[in-house]
């Protein structure tokens, strides 16, 4: 790796999984008590299952500037993560309020943000990082291109909307709170760029 710099990836993995079963225990239970249609309980699912794991990460951000610990990468890419949240809330609202059917075609979009829109965030807030780290936007985007987990990230962040897409077009649609729970698990790849990161420090440790 780089100077020789562990960037913490291994860290962020553990959190996923839990995000993926709260999502799918939750979306069960609303399900056997006849809530499969529920749009706070579909928020819920849905932001468990999309984005349980930025929340432990934002509080893993939260715990390493506590520490005083050197900024990471993964310290930025956190953050990047539990900043961008809410983003999919109001997507999600204003599609309901435009009268959008979130269970058809035309709603392929709203599971792509609740799985991915901090992983657009973590993206974004990787190259601010490098920027900082590298004083420089042209260096910045050099090293950006050249960076496996912003490369896998961004490879994420494009192939899954298409994805979703087709699932709809196919006829998958999430008409009960455990549908809506697995499609946000499978479309929420966000495990993969840690994992990338953590495969690379292994590599880099071994190589040492």
Known sequence: MEENEKEGFGELL????TGFAGGLILG???????????????????TLSGEGESIFEGAYSI????RNAKISMSEAYGWGKFLFIPL???IDL???????????VEGFYIPYFYAL??????????????????????????????HP??????????????????ARIAGFSPTTQTYT??????????????????????RTSDEE
């Open 63 to 66: 715990r390493q500037r506590f």
């Open 181 to 202: 729970a697995l499609e946000t698990i499978a479309a929420n790849l966000c495990w993969v760029p840690p994992l990338v990161g953590w495969w690379r420090e292994r």
């Open 88 to 90: 999919p809330w109001f």
């Open 117 to 146: 829109s901090d992983q657009i965030g973590a993206n974004i807030s990787g190259l601010v990082f490098l920027r900082k780290k590298e004083g420089s936007w042209f260096v910045a985007i050099k090293k950006y291109t050249r």
């Open 94 to 104: 204003a599609s309901r309020l435009m009268g959008i059917d979130v269970y058809g």
């Open 14 to 17: 553990k959190f996923t999984a």
């Open 149 to 166: 987990v912003m490369l896998a990230s961004l490879l994420v962040i494009l192939i899954v909307p298409v994805g979703l897409l087709a």
């Open 28 to 46: 069960v239970v609303l399900d056997s008590f006849g809530f499969q249609r529920n749009a706070v309980g579909q928020w819920l699912v849905r």
